[in-house]
Nanobody, 125 residues
């Protein structure tokens, strides 16, 4: 079994930065792809970013491209989401997710096997 613990959310002014962290437990972390998703009130969950096992391939939603950076430290079972130039529309609950099935389709939430509890990110104007 895998447990994902997410931290780093909070309140930040527009234009500011936050770094979200996702700590994974268990050996099932090995060989996985990881993703970040978010859900704003009254809206559907949406893809934010994903990274393959080696870290050499990343994907980003158009809305966060060039502002957010996903990275991972496999020695520590950690995945990060560095969020810069935050906008009020980035306000949402952010989720970390783990994919053990395939290194493709990483923009689709249904392709992930485990999910973290989520952390609130609020960007004020």
């Amino acid at each position: 079994q895998v447990q994902l613990v997410v931290s780093g959310g909070g309140l930040v002014q527009a234009g500011g930065s936050l770094r979200l962290s996702c700590a994974a437990s268990g050996r099932a972390f090995v060989g996985t792809a990881m993703g970040w998703f978010r859900q704003a009130p009254g809206k559907e969950r949406e893809f934010v970013a994903a990274i393959n096992w080696s870290g050499g391939v990343t994907y980003y939603a158009d809305s966060v491209k060039d502002r957010f950076t996903i990275s991972r430290d496999n020695a520590k079972n950690m995945v990060y989401l560095q969020m810069n130039s935050l906008k009020p529309e980035d306000t949402a609950v952010y989720f970390c997710a783990l994919n053990r099935r395939a290194p493709f389709g990483l923009r689709i939430g249904e392709n992930y096997d485990y999910w973290g509890q989520g952390t609130q990110v609020t960007v004020s104007s």
